[in-house]
T-cell receptor
Framework: AQSVTQLGSHVSVSEGALVLLRCNYS??????LFWYVQYPNQGLQLLLK??????LVKGINGFEAEFKKSETSFHLTKPSAHMSDAAEYFC?????????????FGRGTSLIVHP | DAMVIQNPRYQVTQFGKPVTLSCSQT?????MYWYQQKSSQAPKLLFH???????NEADTPDNFQSRRPNTSFCFLDIRSPGLGDAAMYLC???????????????FGSGTRLTVV
């Protein structure tokens, strides 16, 4: 079984401030982990993914995430927020189940960026 | 560009009137998924196709059906839409098979369904 917990349904930051979106996972087997971004009335766009290579993963738009096995965490960060980063962010975990990799999504965190 | 295309972007249907949403892909991915996403909630997997093999989630209502006539196309049929079925429906694709779960999932832009 696998699950994802995203702490905080809303995160509010000022433009230029650090962005930190939290994600904790549980998985009975080594997981693959993903962060997706969703803009209003759009599908989900992949930001970055962890696939058991480097624990610090760099993605698009200046985002990165660090896989910490001891903490079962995969938090998303960005050093300096832009207004264009305002969106819904979803963390997802995927692990092998009978040959298929079915992703499970967290409830999402809405990032609000203030001028 | 290779992509996942969902049509239409917005669909209005009447209560109880069957409706079909479509998804096509040019990625040649062998796995296709349908998700239901209600406002401010995580996407919820309804079912997926692994090649031609249909995999239904245990809690997906019988009202929801799917067809995959070929690799490129997948359809979501809602036989008798209720007000509670109003949502964004997302189609996604991935490469399947052991060791291939690392590629992630490519999503379409979604179809927003309104039931009146």
């Amino acid at each position: 079984a696998q699950s994802v917990t995203q702490l905080g349904s809303h995160v509010s930051v000022s433009e230029g401030a650090l962005v930190l979106l939290r994600c904790n996972y549980s998985s009975s087997v080594p997981p693959y982990l993903f962060w997706y971004v969703q803009y209003p009335n759009q599908g989900l766009q992949l930001l970055l993914k962890y696939t058991s290579a480097a624990t610090l993963v760099k993605g698009i738009n200046g985002f990165e995430a660090e896989f910490k096995k001891s903490e079962t965490s995969f938090h998303l960060t960005k050093p300096s927020a832009h207004m264009s980063d305002a969106a819904e962010y979803f963390c997802a975990v995927s692990s092998a189940s009978g040959g298929s990799y079915i992703p499970t999504f967290g409830r999402g965190t809405s990032l609000i960026v203030h001028p | 560009d290779a992509m996942v295309i969902q049509n239409p972007r917005y669909q209005v249907t009447q209560f109880g009137k069957p409706v079909t949403l479509s998804c096509s892909q040019t990625l040649n991915h062998n796995v296709m998924y349908w998700y239901q996403q209600k406002s401010s909630q995580a996407p919820k997997l309804l079912f997926h196709y692994y090649d031609k093999d249909f995999n239904n989630e245990a809690d997906t209502p019988d009202n929801f059906q799917s067809r995959r006539p070929n690799t490129s196309f997948c359809f979501l049929d809602i036989r008798s839409p209720g007000l509670g079925d109003a949502a964004m429906y997302l189609c996604a694709t991935s490469r399947g098979g052991r060791g291939l779960g690392t590629y992630g999932y490519t999503f379409g832009s979604g179809t927003r369904l309104t039931v009146v």
